[in-house]
Every structure is written in C-alpha cells, then in structure tokens.
C-alpha cells in the first residue's frame, strides 16, 4: 500500500535556525500530501498541505512543495522560533484514511 | 467552538475491564475515523465511518467495537483491556468530496490518554 518515510528526529535547533524535514512518499495514485504538526500535550493540527504535483503548501512560515518527480514533500522553516517546538508528520491521502509517517521531534532552543 | 471533541480526555483502568471513548464533531462532515498513536508517536488508522457505515477495519482486534449513532457521533468501546491498549486514542473527521475521497483533510480531537493497568 501508499506509505510516507520521514525523516527520523530528534532534531534540536536554536532560535533564528533554518529548519528542514525531510519526507518521501509511494503511492500507486495521486494522493494529496499533509503536514499535520502535534504541539506538547495536545491533538494534531494541519499545517499545511498540497493536493497535486507542484503545488506548494504554506503556513505560518513553513512551506513544503509537492514533487512528483522525487515523490518529496521536505517541510522547510527560515527562521524558527521556541513556539514552534513540537512533533511534526508528514502524511498522505489514500481511501478514507491517512497514512502518517514516524513523526519528527523538533526541539527549539532559545 | 470546539470542532472534534472527545471524552473522556484521561482514562486509567485495570486490565479486564470495558471502556467506552465518546466522540463527537459539529462540522457537518461525513466521514469519521479513529486513530491509534503508541508510545513512540506513531500514528494509525484503525476505523473509517462514511455516513455511518464501516468502510474501514485496519486488523482491530474486535475487542474494539466502534459505533456510529449518526453523522456527527463516532463512539469506541474497548472490551477486556489489555495492557497493550494503553496508548492516546484520536478521533477525526472529514468532508469526502463527491468525485474523489483524496484530497480530504482531516480534522483532529485533543485525543484520549488511555492507561491500563
């Protein structure tokens, strides 16, 4: 079946750090892409997302492009800030579900 | 408003027991699943509602038996627990578009704690 592979963590970074997560899919279909972000103690919530190949998802400065050529969908932030310490997956669409990958622990440091 | 909410948001039982986990969404979707996350995070798909028929079963045991009164209610009731069960147990739900299932994005509750013991 349709699988995500994720970058594993834990990745630590400072304040201002330029932040990368990177994550590849298979698919037999034209799934949409998620990146669905869990902050301590609390449920998921989507980041952002890509429905087709080129599209590009963004969202309080993180950005992910939908390649279909690699089959990537890397989640990128410029400059990230302690708030943005959290859990980060990388999932895609298939038939009445999402699959998720392993999740990345980000830990930001001021 | 809270969009998916689930109760109760803690639950710790012994082993052996029946518990039931309450979800509910004011959305309007049609679709609602259930998801299991372990201790390492992982996430996965055990149950899929669509108008409140089962489309998907992801090899549950079938200690776990969900139920959907209606659209908007999605209940998961656990028999005889076991320590294995113990994990945070999501709820989610989506709007299926008529011409293709895949581009929908999914809404989250806060999750269930459960511990058993």
């Known amino acids: 079946g349709d699988s995500v592979t994720q970058m594993e963590g834990p990745v630590t970074l400072s304040e201002e750090a330029f932040l990368t997560i990177n994550c590849t899919y298979t698919?037999?279909?034209?799934?949409?892409l998620f990146w669905y972000v869990q902050y301590p103690g609390e449920g998921l919530q989507l980041l952002l997302k890509?429905?087709?190949?080129?599209d590009k998802g963004s969202n309080k400065g993180f950005e992910a492009t939908y390649r279909k050529e690699t089959t990537s969908f890397h989640l990128e932030k410029g400059s990230v800030q302690v708030s943005d310490s959290a859990v980060y997956f990388c999932?895609?669409?298939?038939?009445?579900?999402?699959?998720f990958g392993a999740g990345t622990t980000v830990t930001v440091r001021a | 408003d809270t969009a998916v909410s689930q109760t109760p948001k803690y639950l710790v039982t012994q082993m052996g027991n029946d518990k039931s986990i309450k979800c509910e969404q004011n959305?309007?979707?049609?679709?609602m699943y259930w998801y299991k996350q372990d201790s390492k995070k992982f996430l996965k798909i055990m149950f899929s509602?669509?108008?409140?028929?089962?489309?998907i079963n992801e090899t549950v045991p079938n200690r776990f038996s969900p139920k959907s009164p209606d659209k908007a209610h999605l209940n998961l009731h656990i028999n005889s627990l076991e320590l294995g069960d113990s994990a945070v147990y999501f709820c989610?739900?989506?709007?299926?578009?008529?011409?293709?299932?895949?581009?929908?994005?999914?809404?989250f509750g806060p999750g269930t704690r459960l511990t058993v013991l």
């Open positions: 989610a739900s989506s709007h299926q578009h008529e011409a293709s299932s895949f581009h929908n994005e999914q809404f």
């Open positions: 698919a037999t279909g034209y799934p949409s």
């Open positions: 890509a429905t087709k190949a080129d």
């Open positions: 999932a895609l669409s298939e038939l009445y579900k999402l699959s």
């Open positions: 959305l309007g979707h049609d679709t």
């Open positions: 509602y669509n108008n409140k028929e089962l489309i």
